[in-house]
């Protein structure tokens, strides 16, 4: 399509919370928000239209790890080695560094269907733990690499202060994550200032171990928690949970609903471990489910009660946290396989009679992001920001796939890439595959992830 | 690359059983075979040169109906609905329509890395169950397929007589995969014939419910079951392992091991819901165990034992079966997966310390799909069938990767396609992501399915 075709366009079809709606005909205008257009012949036809899903949990600089921890090292191998390796690759990574990475993380999930992402982001000083001369300095990468690369962001600063549920000190290596409270809300306030359409920031909690509960009544008290989303890491592993029961009395997200006002601002990251009562008290919380399944998967945390949740109506949506694959297909489609897989059952996903799976998941995971990442939730209609992507009508995998089976069949069937076009706060961000400034920012990631590569040998 | 270099290369890293060999020359000669070559300057280097993966289990037709069951039907959504849907589906497919699906099916394969298929192949018959003119006719349609898209093929044409345990007859929609043991002999003669470089043909029971105890104890005694892979769809379900206790007195596998010469030739299909004891004897008898880690996920069956497997040293490979996913990459990973997820621990496949699980996947996988294949089970050294990929070093997800971590790059990180080029028996049938004929095997795929979906509605 042309340029100036760029911001008028007829949807062959495009997807609402309703389902599929045939030509329509939308604007963009200056503020990147849709409108609607007049018909007219002779414009640009997008066959398929959905949002944009929001990814809504991400270590950016973990993406440069991936695949470098697929190698038995000990016996016990589990998520407790994989995170020594993790801190030893982090204290390598400073502004440059995290810029460089984020860009080229940003850039791929824009391909694959992204178009926000909530930055769960902890590495605020240098790796000694002395903080940087502007002490938002990782945190402006994040931003300026979200701006290059054209999706929308909403960083949420962490607040780490202890190494464990005991109050223990943060060790050596996690110096470089830590703040007392009065820095945080510092830090908090000076992010602030940069918010803009793309831009939102909330706050988050690492975890409960990290967070003594005096400092968590503090900043969960002051002013800049309101209107906000608030994360957290819960759940995601047994030992935690034991920790919290032997210190706390109470398991994680039992102990975090009976101690925090918990509503429709928080994202419980994980909630990998669940009684029947927490899931049912976490879905009429109203807050989100952050679920990471191929993370999940790669540190064998283990499953999400999927049925349970769904039965008493919770909010999900998903994120790609340590980015060893980027796909909000992949995330989704194994999302369902492993309740498949435990089951015996298939379509759990789906509630009503004749529902599609894809159709579900790709509704609930869009709900559930735009909710954590402080967005409106509603559909692709004038007033909403133009976030969406456009599916290749011309991949075999889409052939003889109508309204009914193209959800389906996206999340579904195949690897190939099917997403061709993305629009991001009214910008076309990529076109026909390509993103827009993907070999310059590919370059510099090249540059950044060798030279580290060398540093290490 | 051009032509006249095309058959004569330098592997920048070349892989073999024992790792990595790094600036490896060699020449393609007339048969398709590697043969070492002299060192030159200036030819086409190949930066990471891999053994193709051969696909063990494959329904070729069921490629064009991914994505059409993500839906929910009745309460029971399970693995015996969605057979309905797609006996439904295969009513409609005669051997024009199996071509083309096919011939799509293996550009995508071959795409994905995959150099070699078995196809598991019953729907033998007019829909009516009344043979073809030719008996062989939906064979030829794969065997052409397969040429047309350069992919080896190893054809095993099914027996299937009954319709249950209790040796019911075929119902209406499955009259079409029927013969008598002498019809199947017939077949498997005629088949024979056509053998080539490129074609093996086995032979494959459909299950033990599929199949007469006589009637297996027939086809195994001819001298068409010597020296040829044997295939069956084995354990996939439940239903299965209950009604073979329950007339037949043992599990499946425990059965078959107790009733057949169970060796190497053999591939047993899902194995999924085995015992301890039934685990270790299928690992010590030499049989392959087929795994569909993807289709295995969307139609609920179960995950394979593979810790207990591995430790018996079982030989294993992989296959898409029903195509909803066409990837090694997929199968892989979720192989692994899956044991991740249940076990709480990391790098199930790799038995020894430091060992990458990426080369131990695809150094199994790889293994028992050649065995599974009739193929030799021999490196890329002189003497082998030329059947390799290349992987893309400009991708950014192998950037700054070294032959320590690329594999395990390859299988666990991102989302993207790595795979640039394809050689099989010694022609390139991709090359810079492009299979040599896509464009007219899709344009074709289309028109076919679209004629179908016509005729659905």
């Known amino acids: ?52 899903m929001p990814n809504l949990h991400s270590h950016a600089f973990q993406r440069a790890m991936a695949g470098l921890t697929e ?29 460089a990475i984020a860009g080229q993380l940003y850039v ?29 300095a990782m945190s402006l990468a994040l931003i300026e690499a979200a701006r290059e690369a054209g999706i929308g962001l909403t960083l ?81 592993q047994l030992g935690e949970v034991q920790d919290c029961l032997a210190i706390r009395g109470a398991r994680p997200v039992e102990w975090l609903l009976d101690n925090a006002e918990v509503d429709a601002r928080w994202c419980l990251v994980h909630a990998t471990h ?17 679920l990471c399944p191929t993370t999940e998967a790669n540190l064998g945390d283990g499953l999400f009660r999927l ?20 796909s909000p297909v992949e995330e989704l489609r194994w999302l369902e396989y492993g309740q498949r897989l435990t089951t015996r059952h298939r379509n759990v996903a789906a509630r009503g009679a004749a529902e599609s799976v894809g159709e579900t998941l790709w509704r609930m995971a869009r709900h559930g992001g735009a909710q954590a990442s402080g967005l409106p939730l509603g559909d692709l209609c004038a007033g909403a920001r133009a976030d969406l992507i456009v599916l290749d009508p011309h991949s075999p995998l889409l052939a003889a796939r109508d309204s009914r089976s193209v959800l389906d069949s996206f999340l579904f069937a195949g690897n190939t890439p099917l997403v061709r076009d993305v629009m991001c706060g009214g910008r076309w961000v990529v076109r026909d595959f390509h993103h827009r400034d993907e070999a310059a920012i590919a370059a510099r990631y090249r540059q950044v992830v060798e030279r580290l590569a060398g540093n290490r040998e």
Chains 1, 2 share one sequence.
């Open 1 to 52: 399509m042309n340029d100036k075709a760029a911001n008028e366009f007829t949807a062959g079809h495009i997807w609402r919370t309703d389902g599929w709606h045939a030509d329509v005909h939308l604007l963009v205008d200056e503020q990147g928000c849709l409108r609607d257009g007049p018909s007219r012949r002779g414009e640009p036809l997008l066959p398929w239209v959905l949002p944009g």
């Open 71 to 99: 190698r038995r090292g000990k016996a016990d191998d589990n998520f407790w080695s994989w995170r020594e390796t993790m801190y030893a690759f982090a204290a390598a990574i400073g502004p440059d560094e995290l810029k």
């Open 108 to 136: 791929e999930m824009l391909k694959a269907g992204y178009t926000r992402v909530c930055e769960f982001h902890y590495l605020h000083h240098q790796p000694d733990g002395t903080p940087y001369d502007r002490p938002e």
């Open 156 to 236: 949420l600063p962490v607040l780490y202060i202890s190494g464990g549920f005991d109050g223990r000190p943060l060790n050596p290596r996690q110096r470089r994550f830590g703040h007392d409270v009065a820095g945080y809300l510092r830090l908090l306030e000076e992010l602030r200032r940069h918010e803009s359409d793309d831009l939102r920031v909330g706050m988050a909690l690492h975890s409960l171990r990290a967070v003594p509960v005096p400092a968590m009544r503090e900043v969960l008290a002051n002013d800049l928690a309101k209107d906000r989303p608030i994360h957290i890491h819960i759940a995601e």
């Open 274 to 290: 669940l009684t029947a009562d927490e899931t049912v008290r976490l879905a009429r919380s109203g807050a989100v489910a952050g």
């Open 307 to 326: 049925a349970d949740f769904l039965d008493a109506k919770g909010v999900l949506g998903i994120g790609s946290d340590s980015h060893i694959s980027v």
